[in-house]
């Protein structure tokens, strides 16, 4: 069943990193919020507590369902439906995403845990969405798929943070999760107000801020 | 005596059912598309009337264009022999016989693609360069999947992996294993040429990819040709039933006849995804072989617990 | 009472945007400054008990960092009622490209100042790391708004930079917090500062040194340190000047105390060698990138901000090398804020006059602002380090901290890129000083006057320092190396001290360990103080390096003139 469950949150990795439709990217990254909100109650199904129960309902409803449709907003207030050339291609990212999983089970190997885990597996395939999130980020145009990236990378982080059954206090959890949402929340905004500006949200237009370009100083 | 039968009995069921695939999978979209259909034993009338037929060779090519469906057809029954059919054992079993498998599937596509090219046509040129591409892909994703089952399972040859893929085996492994079918399912639907990697019913010979290469064959080089599809088409569905029909009680009929309702699903399957689908775009095709090997690797890893 | 350092301008903030009345929002503000600098001041007089659990405490590095931001905003909020009337309402042209554009509403951006001074307040009061995360991360939501105060394409591509690059770097951050966690699961405290440096010696190293490098590389993020500080320059170019000010005197050194509390942990377990030749080699790569683009940079503003990069690089190095330069680094970061905040109001107001933003362009602002162009003349010569200024003698103290320690060549490249940018910033800076002008312009006293408070601090915290300020400065200086308490509770960390702590260490048979003392000294005394590595070798000596603080205290005495007195600094 956990197998199962990280088996999936992987493969909304790739499903990612080869889809073009940002309408489509939208939703996987959904789907991922829930398998990663679900986490906490199948790593833990035998001792669910009131704690975990409620991260788990605050995680699922936050980004399975507000982010998506924050992010759904956005899209709709822009003319934009699909990534058009991202920076690094679809087959060629989809490459670099079995790489990043291989290196996250590498990694994973390496490091000890002094805790026991629920599952092997779970500590590889947080960091391999953590680094599938980031690479999102550096190698995507739209403003849209940048801030996706980050909320991958944040879902990525949730399921570390989950998979270790860290005693942050709830009042931390609570914050971090508020804060990733006003985070997503001012993205959303800024997304509107490029469209608005550049006519496009793509964040390659953004350019004009260069050190060399204005360079104009003569002494 | 008896084990003898049983050996035999895999590569009998290839060479006696291959066409019925095709006919099933016709049937299917018939059925879908709200036609009657051919008859479902129509692949082995056609195939009856182009083995009466004679042949006609343009001037232009040479023994290779010729050697070509004959060697074709004679490697695809290599693999066949090599394959088994979910708990039924191959006829021919050995250390590393997966690796011979997947060569003769290889040298089968090369003779295909460069009796092809010695035509000199520029279509069957441009539908080379596209099976050559694709299968450059596949391939990888093919070799990725057997080494996922290998892994997974501890054997080495065909026989002894599909041996071993039981319920409990799932039951361990099962990630694992839904994985490398996922990949397998892609990898047959490319390598035979299905929607949504090509469409063998197109007309236009410029969106073809398999059906553009043998255009210049003719009589019983093309009854070959179809047979060697056929057969070609049911050692890659074997591989894939293999896995999804885990059954594995011991009694050959048994195991037997799951496997072949298990090839008969899947012919009904690919009839499903021919109805519903549309052709993918063909630079979306190298992504999705890509796909299907990144899945292969991930089994892989999961293995490596 | 610490508690109302966050929550009187949070509440503040809040109502600004109800308030219509431009006036009465643009002194509340200045009464937030007023009221949040009272109070700060109060919390130096009285020293204040621990809140909510001790989550929120207010120790002496906090204290600093806290009153520098509390100064930097009362005088951010006086100069920005003069700033507001300056940009009045309506249209305005670009300055750039001419196109026409609008300021954000007045309530957004004075809401979002107040805000912003209360997350930066729970920065520094934050005693819990996951706390810690939530307000860093906080300033980042409530500045990205005062970035793109002007709505242009400009800004908005800053403010995306900002935002996006921040939000990253404060993720990684956020594993490092739950690396930590892993690390002192087995010494089993909660996550507060003062139990984790507690129970620092049990903790797991390698998670440990994992967490350290995601802090770094979060907080490093927010603070500006090359190769993570690609924001900067553009958020503090496009963004108003006095939001540049805060930005860069106030928010910097907020994520710098992130680190600085990752630091005490990494001390007290330690792991100190590792976290400060990491912060050497950030501090070092800070100050070379800044020097490269600080050197024919036609951007003043962009100068101003790189000069910020290079400053931050010089609090990492002085962390880094440990011992006086601790110091130096507390009195630097004072120094650079009050400097660089003054230089950011003084660029407002030749921006608001000359209406570029180009260096070359600008010529004679003696002449046409006087007080600007003179103030301009004094900000250079104090952020480059020059004497009398204050971070003369923080740089200095710093330098002599460099080269006590046996780190020459560290030393010699601190000087080397120091001379770099203060070449690179002359040319330009006297170049718009001097030359003619168009006739004077009539400066408003609500946007000199608190440059020229500055420009006077600047001066006097090189000639003179009260003795009480000394103290608070080495108290914070005294706690970020781990020396709580009385100076004798000490970790030992050799390459900071002075040949007679060798010599005690070497001597010291108590612990029947002569043997062994030798060759760490040796490497210390070559400036090479990588204890992880020796410790393959020497496993003994490892373990003496893993002990409990107050068990280390007994082996080792510190001197109170380990840290030196303000008047020895300059000898």
Not at chain 3, 451 to 472: C, E, M, T
């Amino acid at each position: 069943m956990t197998d199962l469950l990280l088996v999936a949150v992987v493969l909304t990795n790739f499903v990612l990193l080869g889809s073009s439709r940002l309408a489509a990217c939208i939703r996987v990254a959904a789907a991922q919020g829930i398998l990663v909100g679900v986490m906490p109650l199948i790593l833990y199904h035998d001792a669910v507590s009131v704690r975990t129960a409620l991260i788990a309902a605050a995680g699922i409803t936050l980004k399975g369902i507000v982010f998506p449709w924050l992010f759904f907003r956005a899209l709709r207030d822009v003319d934009v439906t699909r990534e058009v050339e991202p920076f690094v291609g679809y087959t060629v990212s989809i490459l670099i995403g079995v790489g990043a999983v291989a290196g996250s089970f590498w990694l994973g190997s390496r490091l000890v845990v002094p805790r026991p885990v629920p599952s092997a597996f779970v500590i590889p395939v947080a960091f391999s969405v953590i680094f599938i999130g980031l690479f999102l980020i550096v190698s995507r145009k739209t403003a849209i798929s940048q801030a996706l990236g980050y909320l991958v990378m944040e879902n990525g982080i949730f399921a570390f943070g989950v998979s270790l059954a860290l005693e942050e206090p709830f009042l931390v959890e609570l914050g971090v999760l508020l804060d990733v949402f006003a985070a997503t929340f001012l993205m959303g905004i800024m997304v509107f107000h490029i469209s608005r500006e550049f006519d496009h949200i793509d964040v390659g237009r953004l350019a004009s801020l260069k050190d060399w370009t204005t360079r104009r100083y003569k002494s | 005596m008896e084990t003898v039968l049983i050996r035999g009995a895999a590569l009998a069921c290839a060479l006696l059912f291959a066409p019925l695939l095709i006919g099933t999978i016709n049937q299917t979209k018939a059925f879908f598309a709200g036609r009657r259909g051919p008859p479902l034993l129509q692949p082995y009338f056609d195939l009856w009337k182009l083995l009466r037929k004679g042949a006609v060779y343009s001037r232009t090519t040479t023994w290779v264009f010729r050697a070509g469906p004959i060697v074709g057809l004679a490697a695809t029954i290599g693999a066949a022999a090599l394959v088994p059919l979910g708990g039924l054992p191959a006829a021919l079993a050995f250390e590393g016989d997966l690796l011979v498998a997947a060569g003769l599937l290889a040298l089968a596509r090369f003779f295909t693609v460069i009796a092809a090219l010695d035509t000199g046509s520029a279509f069957e040129g441009m539908g080379a360069s596209r099976e050559v591409q694709f299968s450059a892909l596949a391939e990888p994703a093919l070799f990725l999947a057997f080494a996922a089952l290998a892994r997974a399972t501890g054997a080495l040859s065909l026989t002894e992996i599909y041996g071993r893929i039981s319920v409990a085996a799932w039951m361990q492994s099962g990630p694992s294993f839904a994985l490398v079918a996922a990949a397998l399912g892609v990898v047959f639907l490319t390598e035979n040429a299905r929607i949504p990697v090509d469409d063998p019913n197109t007309h236009l010979e410029l969106t073809m990819i398999h059906e553009v290469m043998v255009l210049d064959h003719g009589g019983p080089d093309f009854g070959f040709v179809q047979y060697g599809a056929a057969l070609k088409m049911w050692v890659l569905g074997s591989l894939l039933v293999g896995i999804l029909i885990p059954v594995r009680s011991g009694r050959w009929w048994l195991d037997g006849a799951a496997a072949l309702e298990g090839m008969f699903w899947v012919a009904v399957g690919v009839g499903i995804v021919e109805s519903v689908m549309a052709r993918l775009r063909l630079l979306r095709v190298p992504q999705m072989l890509v796909g299907a090997g990144a899945l292969c690797v991930l089994a892989i890893v999961l293995g490596m617990k | 009472m610490i508690l109302a350092v966050v929550l009187i301008p949070a509440a503040a903030g809040l109502a600004a945007f109800a308030i219509r009345g431009d006036g009465l929002r643009r002194w509340l503000t200045v009464a937030v400054g007023l009221a949040h600098a009272g109070v700060t001041a109060r919390l130096w007089m009285r020293p204040t008990a621990p809140a909510l659990g001790g989550w929120i405490a207010l120790d002496r590095p906090g204290l600093l960092f806290l009153s520098i931001t509390s100064l930097l905003f009362l005088a951010a909020s006086i100069y920005g009622v003069g700033y507001l009337i300056r940009e009045g309402r309506g249209e305005r042209r670009d300055i750039k490209e001419g196109f026409l554009f609008t300021n954000a509403p007045e309530q957004v951006f004075a809401g979002c100042l107040m805000l912003f001074l209360a997350t930066m307040s729970l920065v520094t009061v934050s005693h819990h790391f996951g706390l810690l995360w939530v307000a860093v991360e906080a300033t980042t939501l409530a500045s990205a708004p005062l970035i793109y105060f002007h709505r242009h394409h400009r800004s908005l591509e800053a403010t995306w930079k900002y935002l996006l690059i921040g939000s990253v770097g404060i993720a990684v951050a956020l594993l490092g917090n739950f690396c930590l966690n892993v690390a002192a699961s087995r010494a089993g405290g909660p996550a507060l500062l003062d139990g984790l440096v507690r129970g620092a010696a049990s903790m797991d190293p390698a998670w440990l040194k994992a967490a350290f490098l995601c802090f770094l590389v979060g907080y490093g993020t927010k603070m500006g340190l090359a190769p993570m500080h690609s924001w900067l320059p553009d958020a503090h170019t496009e963004s108003p000047s006095l939001v540049s000010s805060l930005l860069s005197g106030a928010l910097l050194n907020c994520a710098f105390l992130g680190i600085l509390r990752s630091v005490q942990v990494c001390d007290a377990a330690g792991l100190g060698n590792f976290a400060r030749e990491l912060l050497v080699g950030f501090g070092l790569l800070s100050m070379g990138v800044a020097g490269v683009f600080i050197l024919r940079q036609a951007d003043y503003k962009r100068m101003l901000a790189y000069s910020s990069v290079e400053h931050m690089g010089i609090l990492a190095l002085g962390v880094g090398i440990g011992g006086a330069a601790t110091f130096g680094a507390m009195l630097h970061a004072v120094n650079h804020s009050v400097t660089k905040a003054m230089l950011f109001f003084v660029s407002g107001n030749i921006l608001a006059a000359y209406r570029t933003r180009v260096c070359a362009d600008v010529r004679g602002v003696v002449r046409t602002l006087p007080a600007s162009g003179v103030l301009w003349l004094v900000g250079f010569l104090a952020i480059t380090g020059s004497p009398p200024f204050g971070t003369f003698l923080s740089e200095f103290t710093i330098l002599k901290a460099a080269l006590d320690a046996g780190r020459g060549w560290v030393a010699a490249a601190y000087l080397a890129l120091l001379a770099l940018v203060f070449v690179g910033m002359a040319a330009p800076f006297l170049n718009m000083a001097q030359g003619s002008s168009e006739g004077r312009r009539r400066e408003g006293w609500l946007v000199v006057a608190p440059p020229i408070a500055f420009a006077a601090l600047a001066l006097l915290l090189g000639l003179w320092l009260p003795a009480r300020f000394v103290d608070a400065l080495r108290g914070a200086a005294r706690e970020v190396e781990g020396l709580r308490g009385s100076p004798v509770v000490a970790a030992p960390r050799p390459q900071a001290m002075d040949r007679d702590h060798f010599v005690e260490f070497e001597e010291d048979e108590a612990i029947g360990r002569g043997h062994g003392a030798s060759p760490v000294v040796h490497r210390h005394r070559l400036g090479m103080p990588d204890l992880d590595h020796l410790a393959a070798a020497e496993p003994e000596l490892h373990r003496l390096e893993r002990r409990p603080v107050e068990e280390r205290a007994e082996l080792i005495e510190v001197h109170e003139d380990m840290i030196p007195q303000w008047w020895e600094i300059g000898q």
